[in-house]
């Protein structure tokens, strides 16, 4: 693996100190690890860049259905002190307890990847070029199940994510959702900042305010990370995030677009577990 050209390595000091757990967090759909593992089927492109909206310019999402119990998403991606070092960030949520999540460098002979995996509250790695996964320990887990759900929330809202509580409004348009581990615990919790909402049309209602910023703290009230909604678009009956910006305090790490969509679910739950794991895992299917 070449460290040296890889943005999460030792030359990007602000990813690499306060920002170690993405390595964790990067994760697949892919196909690209151990080449047995399965990959999902092509996706349909959503609308083109040119069909979104600015944040500023969208005074009516228009809402008309609830949100998804599963997401399949695919990025564009590029570190903001690697503009050179184009990356895909390939997602999927599949009810309240699955993800699967790799980041993959597009413009490397050696495909440099990283894939994770959530099954309930455990979270494994993938590392490079090996068939045998690593599991977190429970703190290192707490982080990538909160970031995990920062992604799920921004996604979804106005709607909380399955098996998180409801968003809980406060004064001035912020709204908080309190974050719950599968077993129920108290992970930390998403604050929700509004952007400026222009009002409705003449003869039409008012739509639920886009928010700008969504940021994740941890169960000691402790500010993580925050994506900041640049661009949204409509698909399937709802308002997505089309583009947006991945910040450590006020530092912005990556921009990202997305490129691919889909709400409809297709994976077994063998997808969401390394292949070294499934006699554990899964001991019924032997």
């Known amino acids: 693996m070449k460290t040296s050209q890889t943005p999460w390595g030792a030359n990007n000091h602000a990813f690499r100190v306060g920002f170690r757990p993405w390595a964790f967090c990067l994760f697949l759909a892919l196909g690209a690890a151990c080449g047995s593992d399965p990959g999902p089927p092509a996706l349909p492109h959503i609308p083109t860049i040119l069909d979104a909206q600015p944040l500023e310019q969208l005074s009516d999402p228009g809402w008309t259905s609830q949100a998804p119990s599963d997401l399949h998403f695919v990025t564009d991606l590029f570190f903001t002190g690697s503009p050179d070092a184009p990356h895909r960030l ?9 993800c699967r999540w790799t980041m993959q460098r597009l413009l490397d002979e050696d495909k440099d990847r990283i894939i994770n995996y959530r099954m309930g509250d455990r979270i494994f790695e993938l590392p490079q070029d090996t068939k045998s996964s690593i599991e977190y320990g429970e703190a290192d887990a707490a982080l990538i199940l909160r970031r995990m759900e920062l992604r799920r929330a921004a996604m979804f809202w106005p709607d909380a994510p399955h098996g998180q509580s409801e968003w809980a409004p406060e004064e001035a348009g912020v709204e908080t959702l309190i974050l719950l581990s599968a077993n129920g615990e108290k992970l930390g919790h998403i604050q929700m900042q509004p952007s400026i909402q222009k009002p409705a049309p003449e003869g039409r209602e008012p739509s639920p ?13 402790k500010e993580v990370e925050s994506l900041r909604i640049l ?56």
């Open 231 to 286: 661009e949204r678009y409509n698909h399937e009956g709802r308002s997505w995030p089309k583009s947006f910006a991945l910040l450590v305090g006020p530092t912005e790490i990556w921009r990202e677009t997305v490129s691919q969509l889909n709400t409809q679910s297709w994976f077994g739950e063998e997808y969401f577990a390394p292949m070294d794991r499934a006699r554990e895992l899964f001991p019924q299917k032997e």
């Open 90 to 98: 390939t997602v999927t949520f599949q009810g309240p307890t699955l």
């Open 209 to 221: 305010k886009s928010f700008q910023l969504f940021t994740a703290f941890d169960d000691a009230g």
